[in-house]
């Protein structure tokens, strides 16, 4: 009986923390949001308008097998701002709806990108949606790899490819990214939001949900991680004003209205830098 008292305090206890920890992130995202911009001088943030009678725009997608990334390429294809989504990745994304004609699938092998440069040459818009976890990438060398090392290399191919053109780069990270963190996931999106934005493209958002669960079509087989957190995030978001976490459906709906308000005329020298929070996430998805 004893045992069985002990144990389930021990879970309590083990809940407790997590929840406090969920609790910390949501309070200290909200300080990080504004951190890239305060630690550059140059930075600017505003806020895109679209433009009326503006061009159907170009894309490409990395990351595109994800959970995010696959539904991001359906946003995208099923948008009439967008006439042309290139997707690169070492698989094709499973995608059969409507637009799928918009689609260029290129299978590619990351240790040897540079191969493929020029399928970054003439696009207005760039995804990274590439993510991984520490366990599943092995180590944490290839999960640095992975997560910083590889969208890194290839933004900087699509800023090379379009030295003159304006340029908007979307980046999904997380909540508590800090490049100054003692933790290796938080650390690594964080330098990732760095380098990106000393890379000089004409815009760059960052779009940093807090928990991901599924709001839409889930996986056949869902991982109990997933199902966990999606009861999690949607128990805790009118406890915290929507601080607790994102679906999956809502992130790739907010990055496609962002890319979809373009860059504007007003495109300075200076890198613009737009960072959003969960709740800002939430609030994009929703509009109409």
Request: aromatic share 6%; proline share 4%.
């Amino acid at each position: 009986m004893l045992r069985h008292i002990s144990s389930s305090l021990s879970i309590l206890g083990c809940l407790l923390i997590f929840f406090l920890e969920v609790w910390v992130i949501c309070i200290t995202a909200d300080n990080n949001n504004n951190n890239i911009c305060k630690e550059r001088s140059w930075c600017t943030q505003t806020h895109m308008t679209t433009e009326e009678g503006s061009s159907p725009m170009s894309a490409f997608v990395i990351g595109g097998t994800g959970l995010v990334g696959r539904k991001l390429v359906a946003e995208l294809a099923q948008s009439h701002l967008f006439q042309r989504i290139v997707t690169v990745g070492r698989r094709p994304v499973p995608y059969d709806g409507p637009g799928k004609e918009k689609l260029e699938q290129h299978v590619v092998d990351f240790d040897k990108i540079d191969e493929n440069k020029n399928l970054f040459a003439d696009i207005d818009v760039g995804f990274n949606t590439m993510g991984t976890t520490r366990a599943d990438a092995g180590s944490a060398e290839n999960f640095v790899k992975i997560d910083h090392d590889i969208p890194l290399h290839v933004a900087r191919l699509f800023k090379e490819a379009n030295p003159s053109k304006p340029t908007h780069f979307c980046l999904l990270t997380s909540a508590g990214s800090s490049a100054t963190s003692s933790f290796l996931y938080p650390r690594t999106k964080g330098l990732l939001e760095k380098h990106i934005t000393e890379l000089g493209f004409t815009h760059v958002s960052i779009f940093r949900p807090a928990m991901l669960f599924h709001d839409g079509e889930k996986r056949e087989k869902p991982r109990m991680v997933e199902v966990v957190f999606g009861i999690i995030g949607k128990a805790l978001n009118p406890l915290t004003g929507g601080r607790a976490g994102s679906g999956i459906s809502t992130v790739a709906k907010a990055m496609t209205k962002v890319a979809e308000k373009g860059i504007g005329a007003d495109a300075s020298s200076q890198t613009t830098v737009d960072v959003y929070d969960n709740r800002q996430i939430i609030k994009l998805a929703e509009e109409q």
